[in-house]
């Protein structure tokens, strides 16, 4: 039977003489959406985050298939891109099965995106809808505070930026949904996007909040083994 090893560490102790030890992964998904946009982002998040906290996070993401046994490993998964995502029936199952065990999804909105990931969680958690999460909610500041929610980074069509969740069964918060911001455009190079230094900052910022959730909420779990 599978089980998680829940994650204490890397607040209260030093670890700047440990290897980097914890993998995120960036989500692989079939439909025609391009799962790999802004593929410097995550990197530069987690370089990012090497240096401003504790988290001895390996500076380079995986890539993983929900349908691969591979995905019970990661305790953060990132979802991005601008078009449709389409799940098997088997990839629904093992994304539920993933975030019951602990494990934590970021949906991040690159424009174009909010339909087809509606339906797709949909089918994975259908007794639930998103809802908006207030902005006193703790991923807005488990490391940096964002008194007022979700950073805007990216205009598009000028709508507020909103940062929606989906729950486990112990209501445990499990999927966060960053909508009408682009956080992963404010995470690549500032050359990419020309994004000013400070909303840049901002972004970076927030993506190390939703990191350090991911990993330290309770509940949340760093892997599993057999």
């Known amino acids: 039977m599978r089980h998680f090893l829940v994650l204490f560490l890397f607040i209260a102790l030093p670890c700047a003489a440990q290897e980097p030890s ?43 298939e ?21 799940l098997s029936d088997r990839e629904v199952r093992q994304l539920r099965q993933y975030l019951e065990y602990g494990g934590f999804l970021h949906i991040d909105d690159n424009y174009g995106l909010d339909g087809p990931i509606r ?22 500041h488990t490391h940096y505070s964002f008194p007022n929610g979700l ?17 486990d069964s112990s209501g445990r918060l499990c999927v966060f949904y960053s909508y009408e911001s682009d956080l992963g455009d404010g995470w690549e190079p500032e050359s990419v996007h020309d994004n000013p230094p400070e909303v840049r900052e901002r972004a970076l910022q927030m993506g190390t909040n939703i990191l350090i959730y991911a990993m330290l909420a309770p509940g949340a779990s760093m892997g599993i083994s057999e």
């Not at 799962?35 to 500076?59: F, H, I, K």
């Not at 949909?122 to 909610?137: C, G, I, N």
């Open 22 to 64: 914890v993998t995120v992964a960036r989500v692989k998904y079939d439909g025609g959406g391009d799962w790999y946009s802004d593929e410097a982002s995550l990197p530069e998040l987690l370089q990012y985050v090497r240096a401003n906290t504790l988290l001895p996070v390996v500076p380079r993401a995986d890539v993983v």
């Open 66 to 86: 929900l349908s691969s046994e591979k995905l019970f490993t990661y305790p953060y998964l990132y979802l991005t891109g601008h078009g449709n995502v389409v």
């Open 119 to 140: 339906r797709e969680m949909a089918r994975v958690f259908p007794e639930q809808s998103f809802v908006e999460l207030p902005f006193d909610h703790a991923i807005y």
């Open 151 to 167: 950073p805007k980074i990216h205009e598009h069509d000028g709508q507020p930026s909103q940062g929606f969740g989906l729950f």
